[in-house]
């Protein structure tokens, strides 16, 4: 199975902060990668797949790059409402394997 | 619109079974595969396994191998996920979402609401 490797575990930032998180894939999955955000006692919710695509309604300060084993998710300037656990997620062969989450708090 | 519903939290002993409905809505069923997920209390997210909405196929993580079953009925646009031999570490949060594919990519797009399963003797 495909390990995901997600850091970092948690991070504090305050409003207005750029945010990355990285996630590191055990072998080449190409392109295949999404990004969810979850809030606590809520289903995740698509931010981006396929390495970079925002999904709809997702805001623009959301974005994804990399390719092969390195992906990074940014938030180019934090706003309340994305305090929130983020998961990695490979969808290029199953097993379907998530990273480990990173909690952004204050 | 795209909707998934699940059904309703459930209590079950260990030992005992447990079958979690999806129910849904806003688009040809057979034409989006359906994964299945669940979260441990104060946990992580982790994939159980995937059917096919459009034949027969399935996937199942390793470790649920021979205690779960996935199963569709096209006619009510319903899937479900029936996990067997319950044992207390089985509490959490299960969760179904569409999988849709096309030219743009892979995704899981919509989810239902998540189903507690609680296993205590």
């Known amino acids: 199975a495909i390990q995901m490797t997600q850091s970092p575990s948690s991070l504090s930032a305050s409003v207005g902060d750029r945010v990355t998180i990285t996630c590191r894939a055990s072998q080449g999955i190409r392109n295949n990668l999404g990004w969810y955000q979850q809030k606590p006692g809520k289903a995740p919710r698509l931010l981006i797949f396929?390495?970079?695509t925002l999904q709809s309604g997702v805001p623009s300060r959301f974005s994804g790059s990399g390719s092969g084993t390195d992906f990074s998710l940014t938030i180019s300037s934090l706003q309340p409402e994305d305090f929130a656990t983020y998961y990695c997620?490979?969808?290029?062969?199953?097993?379907?394997?998530f990273g480990q989450g990173t909690k952004v708090e204050v | 619109q795209v909707q998934l519903v699940q059904s309703e939290a459930e209590m079950k002993k260990p030992g005992a079974s447990v079958k979690v409905s999806c129910k849904t809505s806003g688009y040809i069923f057979s034409s989006e595969s359906i994964n299945w997920v669940r979260q441990a209390p104060g946990q992580g997210l982790e994939w159980m396994g995937w059917?096919?909405?459009?034949?027969?196929?399935?996937e199942y993580a390793e470790k649920f191998q021979g205690r779960l079953t996935m199963t569709t009925d096209t006619s009510t646009s319903t899937a479900y996920m029936e996990l067997m031999n319950l044992r207390s570490d089985d509490t959490a949060i299960y969760y179904c979402?569409?999988?849709?594919?096309?030219?743009?990519?892979?995704?899981?797009?919509?989810w239902g609401q998540g189903t507690p399963v609680t296993v205590s003797s």
């Open positions: 396929s390495t970079s």
């Open positions: 059917s096919s909405g459009y034949n027969d196929n399935k």
């Open positions: 997620l490979q969808d290029y062969s199953f097993p379907r394997t």
């Open positions: 979402a569409r999988e849709r594919v096309n030219t743009d990519g892979l995704r899981n797009d919509f």
